[in-house]
């Protein structure tokens, strides 16, 4: 029995633990596919501050044109 239990840990290791790790993983990524609340928060919260920094942007650059008009050539 001590040749045949050597081989059936063997086969165990090589072949049937990997198996089971890949679909522990598989069914773990596909319960966590889409994004948490928390996650689409934040995603909302950068959204509306790159929004906001692009606004400021703008209103940086019609504010710059008006008072120094060659400002972009010196850059």
């Known amino acids: 029995m001590g040749f045949f239990g050597f ?3 063997i086969l ?3 072949v049937v633990l990997p198996v089971w790790i890949v679909f ?3 069914t773990k990524w596909r319960t966590q596919r889409g994004l948490s609340a928390q996650d689409e928060r934040l995603l909302a919260e950068l959204w509306d501050t790159a929004n ?3 606004t400021r942007i703008h209103t940086l650059e019609r504010v710059l044109d008006a008072e120094a008009p ?3 050539a010196k850059v």
């Open 52 to 54: 906001r920094l692009e």
């Open 12 to 14: 165990l290791v090589t």
């Open 7 to 9: 081989v059936l840990s």
């Open 70 to 72: 060659g400002w972009r």
């Open 24 to 26: 522990h993983y598989v």
